[in-house]
């Protein structure tokens, strides 16, 4: 008698996704533009409801719901249900860096670059959770200037701080350690859309913009990314760190 071979059941949940297939399907969520809408929202770093989305993204709450419902399959939202009311935002950081990335690219290459943002928006804006725009840019330099920053020593994007950065960060209100012990990178540099230039991202930034926002320096609009730069923020930025350009 001959034995039948054997057949095996495999589980095509422990097969892996090829990383091309899975760069295209998230591609693939974020290209529908009623969605592209809803992630560009949500860059501001505030939750919405899906009514809220549905009107951002001009479609029928019915179709938002399957809007969301991609998103959050693709890993671009999350969702939390708070009572009767479930709140969606950014999945993290990364897609927002990522978002962040392809405003730079579908901005095209320019031999001589000039910004097309609105003013408002280009002065400082939120970037998920860490600032952007030309007072994140002019921070982001100026750190260097002051020996505050320095380029960490794996020689990637990353940052670390001097001895000099720690004190003069702790003066600003900036608490490095407990910064540090967050579980996410700690600081790198993320290309800003409308200046064409690096700000800071990753936990150090957020804590930067925490301090900015504590110290009055700036306020954000109610119904955009944009941040106010205050009265008080111009003159602590001129006399803490020598920021001119913003007096």
Known sequence: ????????????????????????????????????????????GHARTSTELAIVAEVSPSTASVHLACLKERRLVKVLTQGKYRYYSLEG???????????????????????????????????????????????????????????????????????????????????????RALRRRFAFACLDWSERRAHIAGAFGAALLDVALRRKWVVKDLDSRALGVTSAGRRELRTQLGLAEFS
Do not use: K
């Open 93 to 179: 950081p990364r897609v927002a860096a990522a978002l962040e990335a392809l405003t730079v690219v579908a901005g095209g290459a320019r031999d001589n670059f000039e910004p097309s943002t609105p003013n408002r928006l280009r002065a400082a804006r939120t970037c998920y959770d860490h600032m952007a725009g030309a007072l994140a840019v002019a921070l982001h330099q100026r750190f260097f200037e002051l020996d505050w920053l320095t380029a960490d020593a794996a020689g990637s994007d990353g940052y670390d701080v001097t001895s000099a950065g720690a004190r003069g960060f702790a003066r600003l209100g900036v608490n490095i350690e407990a910064t």
């Open 1 to 44: 008698m001959i034995a039948s071979p054997a057949h095996f059941v495999y589980d095509e949940s422990v097969i892996a996704e090829a990383p091309d297939a899975t760069v295209s399907r998230v591609a693939a969520a974020i290209a529908e533009p009623a969605r592209t809408r809803m992630l560009y929202c949500l860059m501001d």
